[in-house]
């Protein structure tokens, strides 16, 4: 069974530098060190056409799950995030989120859209968390994918505030 996650987040960043930074190696490597120093970029390949693809893997460490998380999988857990973001699009940006896991059984997958408000910008997702745990595995999908909308939220923030030092 799978568990969808709907949910926006707003920032007074443009759609435009959203998606510059995403392009940006730097944006990334600081986006890892401030979240813990634990995942590594991979890749990030930018099309002439301006679609950005990142492949993040991250070693989880046990300790910092939630309790009813760490309690089901095993000390050596390995996530692959890819996303790939496409050129900007009468003033859209599309994404699409993926996640595979190894040596737990769970997967996502997240479409993004970024639209201008008068603000910024507004992230809109539709996330699709699964765990294949027979008894516990809806439990572990309600509580991963409030801690998906979560994260989101904080990265976005992250996001933000890395436009303005860099002014993108």
């Not at 003033?91 to 996502?108: E, M």
């Not at 909308?149 to 923030?157: E, N």
């Amino acid at each position: 069974m799978s568990r969808t996650v709907d949910f926006a987040v707003e920032s007074t960043a443009s759609v435009e530098q959203i998606h510059r930074a995403f392009c940006e190696r730097d944006y990334w490597l600081a986006r890892l060190k401030a979240f813990g120093g634990f995942g590594r970029l991979d890749s990030l390949e930018v099309g002439a056409d301006g679609c950005a693809t990142v492949v993040v893997t991250q070693d989880l460490r046990h300790d910092a799950l939630p309790g009813l998380v760490a309690r089901f999988f095993p000390h050596e857990w390995k996530v692959v995030q890819n996303e790939t973001w496409g050129p900007v699009e009468d003033g859209r940006l599309r994404g699409i989120v993926s996640i595979t896991t190894y040596g737990a059984p769970g997967t996502g997958v997240g479409k993004v859209v970024m639209e201008p408000v008068p603000v910024g910008s507004r992230l809109t997702c539709a996330a699709t968390v699964e765990f294949k745990v027979p008894l516990v595995g809806a439990m572990i999908e309600a509580v991963m994918g409030k801690l998906l909308a979560q994260q989101i939220s904080v990265i976005q923030q992250f996001t933000t505030k890395w436009i303005a030092e860099f002014a993108l």
